[in-house]
């Protein structure tokens, strides 16, 4: 079993649609938890940070889930630029911190 | 804004040869990582590196090494490259504070080994 493990996709929507992402880790220890976002042949960058609270930027909404080990990233109207891989992202609690990423998943937005 | 580069977007090598990716970052980051990004196996930790001359391997560190001289600089080495090394290679780099820092990437290396 993979550490961090997304959902498949991909995802197909049309403009306007509200579409949720999910993500599991298996490391209780887990620290700190992002989503990013990645473009086709570019790097991934950061799209938000994940907090216990929940929080939210603009359209996108993400929730963490401490006791089921998941977390979540809800985009609500979504627009064709939104079409990208989205990664979950999960620290460690050792010295580096080390990162392990999921696979990503991918979303179509159309028109 | 930070930045963080990479000695070269495409690269094309041969079998058996020893090849140098360069990556360099301006935000005086102490943590700096290596992975490669493949078709369905997502991004993977080649290795990382939290200060100066210290370095730590990854899930797969296997035909590789690195080199850290100096904080703005983590090399990765293929020492042989082999065909199966074949890969977008990424660097990054994240500041001291692991429970909130988030990593800013390079723009990647694709490399071709013949």
């Known amino acids: 079993r993979k550490e961090v493990e997304q959902d498949p996709g991909p995802f197909n929507v049309p403009e306007g649609a509200t579409v949720a992402f999910n993500c599991t880790y298996s490391?209780?220890?887990?620290?700190?938890f992002f989503w990013y976002r990645q473009d086709c042949r570019k790097e991934p960058k950061l799209l938000m940070s994940?907090?216990?609270s929940g929080n939210e930027d603009g359209r996108f909404t993400a929730q963490l889930n401490r006791a089921s080990q998941y977390i979540s990233l809800l985009i609500r109207d979504s627009k064709l630029s939104d079409s990208a891989t989205y990664l979950c992202?999960?620290?460690?609690?050792?010295?580096?911190?080390?990162?392990?990423f999921g696979d990503g998943t991918t979303l179509t937005v159309k028109p | 804004d930070v930045k963080v580069t990479q000695s070269s977007r495409y690269l094309v090598k041969r079998t058996g040869e020893k090849v140098f990716l360069e990556c360099v970052q301006d935000?005086?980051?102490?943590?700096m990582f290596w992975y490669r990004q493949d078709p369905g196996l997502g991004l993977r930790l080649i290795y990382f590196?939290?200060?100066?001359?210290?370095?730590e391997k990854g899930d797969i560190p296997e035909g590789y090494s690195v080199s850290r001289e100096k904080k703005e600089r983590f090399s990765l080495i293929l020492e042989s490259a082999s065909t199966n090394q074949t890969s977008m290679y990424l660097c990054?780099?994240?500041?001291?504070?692991?429970?909130?820092?988030?990593?800013?990437f390079g723009p990647g290396t694709r490399l071709t080994v013949l």
């Open positions: 992202v999960v620290n460690d609690n050792t010295n580096a911190g080390k990162s392990t």
């Open positions: 590196s939290y200060d100066v001359k210290m370095k």
């Open positions: 490391n209780s220890a887990s620290q700190s």
């Open positions: 935000m005086d980051h102490e943590n």
């Open positions: 994940v907090y216990s």
């Open positions: 990054a780099s994240r500041g001291p504070h692991r429970g909130t820092d988030t990593q800013y």
